[in-house]
Nanobody
Framework: VQLQASGGGLVQAGDSLRLSCAASGRFLNLYAQAWFRQVPGNEREFVAGISRSGESISYADSVKGRFTISRDNAKNTVFLQMNGLKPEDTAVYYC?????????????????WGQGTLVTVSS
């Protein structure tokens, strides 16, 4: 499975961005997927996860109510809609996938990773 993240950019506080993670490979509907983010010098942290059916979703407390994860299995793409962005959301955002029913919240849960897309939120 190969993952390609896109959609990052420079925005102001309160703005919105939509990240996309395009996946290539076979039987992608068997994969749960997630978004993580990382600030230089810090550990990569879980942001949101979605089950392979899209019915089970989880979020980090820091983004609940502002971010929405979704997937379009027909297009092999997972999205992260980010509203009400804050300067503390500034990070490189990574998408990840694992062959499982449900998403996990740990880095080691995921064998497949995209290259990351930078989100910068100015105050």
């Amino acid at each position: 499975v190969q993952l390609q993240a896109s959609g990052g950019g420079l925005v102001q506080a309160g703005d919105s961005l939509r990240l996309s993670c395009a996946a290539s490979g076979r039987f992608l509907n068997l994969y749960a997927q997630a978004w993580f983010r990382q600030v230089p010098g810090n550990e990569r942290e879980f942001v949101a996860g979605i089950s392979r059916s899209g019915e089970s979703i989880s979020y980090a407390d820091s983004v609940k109510g502002r971010f929405t994860i979704s997937r379009d299995n027909a297009k092999n793409t997972v999205f992260l809609q980010m509203n009400g962005l804050k300067p503390e959301d500034t990070a490189v955002y990574y998408c990840a996938a694992r062959q499982s029913l449900f998403a996990g919240v740990r880095i080691r849960d995921y064998p497949y990773w995209g290259q990351g897309t930078l989100v910068t939120v100015s105050s």
